[in-house]
């Protein structure tokens, strides 16, 4: 059974950070792409950042231009675990963010294949 578990996001002030945990189980880590997507009140899930890479020094990152320079995402295959580092929070970066499995990273962050439940971040002002 594959498992997706979110951990890491809590209330923050604008300006501060957090770092998102994804841990997973039930499939070959290395062999998928990890990514994070999140979803605003009121607002479609969007695509937050996507990474593949089996051998742990050489990956292909995707990140979206509203997180670009701020947020860092990494894997490390041997704990089979994602990681977004998040900086530089502002209120609007509050929502829910989601770990997913894809296949690769798509420049439209499609070919999803599993989700995880998400994990609220919240930023205030």
């Known amino acids: 059974e594959v498992q997706l578990v979110e951990s890491g996001g809590g209330l923050v002030q604008a300006g501060g950070s957090l770092r998102l945990s994804c841990a997973t189980s039930?499939?070959?880590?290395?062999?998928?792409?990890i990514g994070w997507f999140r979803q605003a009140p009121g607002k479609e899930r969007e695509g937050v950042s996507c990474?593949?890479?089996?051998?742990?020094?050489?990956?292909?990152?995707r990140t979206a231009d509203s997180v670009a320079g701020r947020f860092v995402i990494s894997r490390d295959n041997d704990k089979k675990t994602g990681y977004l580092q998040m900086d530089t929070l502002t209120p609007e970066d509050t929502g829910v963010y989601y770990c997913?499995?894809?296949?690769?990273?798509?420049?439209?962050?499609?070919?999803?294949?599993?989700w995880g439940k998400g994990t609220q971040v919240t930023v205030s002002s």
């Open positions: 997913a499995v894809l296949s690769f990273c798509a420049q439209d962050f499609s070919s999803v294949e599993f």
């Open positions: 039930g499939f070959t880590f290395e062999d998928v792409a």
């Open positions: 990474i593949l890479g089996s051998d742990g020094t050489t990956n292909f990152v």
